[in-house]
């Protein structure tokens, strides 16, 4: 069984940072051969896609309203991925999922909730 948990979530300020982890865990779970990605969904909102990087990390992507703000990163040796959030916005406030993807399965995480507010 796969399992994904993202921790790193909380409360800042605008302007601040926080840096998301997700570990994934499962005896079977090649992490290195997912695509990893971390989306976000805001109340009311649909859930969005925020960062993606492939495997072995050779391709990353963000949305436009992240660029040059956030970093996605993984290391495949600890089976973990994150995301370096610098001059949060109010705007970004949502929970967090971490997600991972091949061609035939997918797992999601539980999320993480993010709030910026002064």
């Known amino acids: 069984q796969v399992h994904l948990v993202e921790s790193g979530g909380g409360l800042v300020q605008p302007g601040g940072s926080l840096r998301l982890s997700c570990a994934a865990s499962g005896v079977t779970f090649s992490f290195s051969s997912y695509t990893m990605n971390w989306y976000r969904q805001a109340p009311g909102k649909e859930r969005e896609l925020v960062a993606t990087i492939t495997s072995p990390g050779d391709s990353i992507d963000y949305a436009e309203s992240v660029k040059g703000r956030f970093t996605i990163s993984r290391d495949d040796a600890k089976k973990s991925l994150y995301l370096q959030m610098n001059n949060l916005k109010p705007e970004d406030t949502a929970v967090y999922y971490c997600?991972?993807?091949?061609?035939?399965?997918?797992?999601w995480g539980q999320g993480t909730q993010v709030t910026v507010s002064s």
């Open positions: 997600n991972a993807r091949r061609t035939y399965d997918m797992y």
